[in-house]
């Protein structure tokens, strides 16, 4: 069984900075790629960041760009996000999530498809 696992959520006032993590651990597995998302309650699932590993290629949504930094950790799997600036429309749950397909699979709302989850990080700033 997969596991990816947060952390570095919490509270932090508007401004602040936050640094998220990602691991995984279980039964070995390949990807190529990892991403965050992020849902707010009563708003749509969002695609933070995500990086590809070949290539080092990254996306990040228009509210995350200049502001967040996503990069992969030295170990297989792991993936950090750097969050910067924060405002409270960015409080929501954070989700790790990695891709096994070597192609980038886009689902019927444009939102990438991931394969394995992590349970979410909780990231609240405060105005």
């Known amino acids: 069984q997969v596991q990816l696992v947060e952390s570095g959520g919490g509270v932090v006032q508007a401004g602040g900075s936050l640094r998220l993590s990602c691991a995984a651990s279980?039964?070995?597995?390949?990807?190529?790629?990892m991403g965050w998302v992020r849902q707010a309650p009563g708003k749509e699932r969002e695609v933070v960041a995500a990086?590809?590993?070949?290539?080092?290629?990254?996306y990040y949504a228009d509210s995350a760009k200049v502001r967040f930094t996503i990069s992969r950790g030295n170990a297989r799997n792991t993936v950090s996000l750097q969050m910067n600036s924060l405002k409270p429309e960015d409080t929501a749950v954070y989700y790790c999530?990695?891709?096994?397909?070597?192609?980038?699979?886009?689902?019927?709302?444009?939102?990438?498809?991931?394969?394995?989850w992590g349970q979410g990080t909780q990231v609240t700033v405060s105005s």
């Open positions: 999530a990695a891709d096994t397909s070597p192609i980038t699979r886009v689902g019927p709302s444009g939102d990438a498809i991931y394969d394995y």
């Open positions: 279980g039964r070995t597995f390949s990807s190529y790629g």
């Open positions: 990086i590809r590993w070949r290539g080092c290629s990254t």
